[in-house]
């Protein structure tokens, strides 16, 4: 079985920042693609980047203020949010593409993190 647990969220004013992390444990053989996602009420979910082989990808609304990393060793990705803004406000989700030891390869999401921004 392999675990996603996110950690980071919370409440933060007009032009702060928040990091968001995500560790994937369990029996990885290799990870693909990592990345955020985020929802907000009434709206359906979206992507906010990706990272995979090095290459990062952002939604248009937030290029420039949010950053997307990994750390290959620790099978962990992080988002570095700054300059937030209230329509940031959502539940950030991570997903993490990776081959599973029988050999399956697997899309997971996190349980998801809450993010508010006050304005």
């Known amino acids: 079985q392999v675990q996603l647990v996110e950690s980071g969220g919370g409440l933060v004013q007009t032009g702060g920042s928040l990091r968001l992390s995500c560790a994937a444990s369990?029996?990885?053989?290799?990870?693909?693609?990592m990345g955020w996602y985020r929802q907000a009420p009434g709206k359906p979910r979206e992507l906010v980047a990706t990272?995979?082989?090095?290459?990062?990808n952002y939604a248009d609304s937030v290029k420039g203020r949010f950053t997307i990393s990994r750390d290959n060793a620790k099978n962990t990705v992080y988002l570095q949010m700054n300059s937030l803004k209230p329509e940031d406000t959502a539940v950030y989700y991570c997903?993490?593409?990776?081959?599973?030891?029988?050999?399956?390869?697997?899309?997971?999401w996190g349980q998801g993190t809450q993010v508010t921004v006050s304005s």
């Open positions: 997903n993490v593409e990776y081959l599973y030891y029988t050999g399956i390869r697997i899309s997971r």
């Open positions: 990272i995979t082989n090095g290459r990062e």
């Open positions: 369990g029996r990885i053989v290799s990870i693909n693609v």
